[in-house]
């Protein structure tokens, strides 16, 4: 499996090569295509992408093919067919599934999955970089414990610890390839994440009140240290009716309404 078709090899012959000619799968030896102009006299010859093209009749289709080769000497003796099977990928990977948006969880891994299978470097801790996006700690490396494999284009990431609740950017190496040697797509190497671990949560299957204890998980209100998760089935209205609350941070996938405090 290749990204670049170029092919090069060698033909041996005692007597000067008069004909050389090349075809793709299913091409009738009669309308191969001459290549004797890549021939050099010491019996190397190399066809390039561009001579490829021309002995497909147009871009050469990512998928396996099969290049058929033929050479007739100066008097006359006919080779029989060489063919080369190879199998052409120049479709450039990326990624289909990595941590983005707001993540309400404790994270101790992360998952990366890429379109295709990939070459062994994106299953290396040394091509993954996470760090803090923003903050008081903008720029400071998480530790990637290991990298597993989970399949040819899935690879999970394992924390030496579980992520606290900030921002981050998850950055993908450049030595990163597909089986062909495609690099990553440059638009495919960055994910920025942010993490709201949940101090406190709201429990209550249906709507409520802010203000009533036994609506939250720790049985006490929110307050100034507290990261407050809104997030249960169904269409629930959280209303905050009086007062005045303080808490670290929220994160509301439900509605969350104000009829009277702050």
């Known amino acids: 499996i290749t990204f670049n078709p170029t092919i090069t090899g060698t033909i041996a012959d005692i007597n000067q090569i008069a ?39 147009g871009t050469l ?32 990977p990326t990624i289909v599934s990595a941590p983005t948006g707001m ?23 040394a091509n993954y970089q996470l760090l803090v996006n923003g903050g008081t700690n903008d720029g400071q490396s998480v530790v990637i414990q290991t990298v597993e494999q989970i399949d040819d284009h899935t690879a999970r990431l394992t924390l030496a610890s579980p992520l606290t609740t900030q921002g981050y950017r998850l950055t993908i190496g450049p030595a990163v390839s597909d089986l062909a040697g495609n690099a990553l797509a440059s638009e495919s190497t960055a994910s920025l994440f942010h993490v709201a671990v949940p101090t406190v949560q709201w429990i209550n299957p249906t709507s409520g009140f802010w ?35 303080t808490v670290k941070s929220i994160v509301a996938r439900d509605s969350l309404t104000f009829s009277g405090g702050t």
């Open 19 to 57: 004909s050389f000619t090349a075809g793709f799968d299913a091409t009738p030896s009669t309308s191969y295509v001459s290549v004797l102009a890549d021939l050099l006299p010491t019996g190397i010859f190399s066809l390039s992408t561009a001579r490829i093209n021309q002995i497909a009749g």
């Open 61 to 92: 289709a990512d998928g396996t093919h099969t290049l058929h080769l033929q050479a007739t000497d100066a008097r006359g003796n006919v080779s029989s067919i060489s063919d080369l099977v190879f199998t052409l990928d120049s479709t450039v």
């Open 103 to 125: 993540l309400t969880e404790v994270v101790t891994s992360v998952t990366v999955a890429f379109t295709e299978a990939m070459g062994q470097e994106a299953f290396s801790a």
């Open 211 to 245: 203000d009533v204890a036994a609506n939250w998980s720790t049985g006490t209100l929110p307050g100034p240290t507290d990261d407050v998760l809104i997030d249960v089935p169904g269409n629930i209205t959280v209303t905050h009716r009086s007062g005045s609350t």
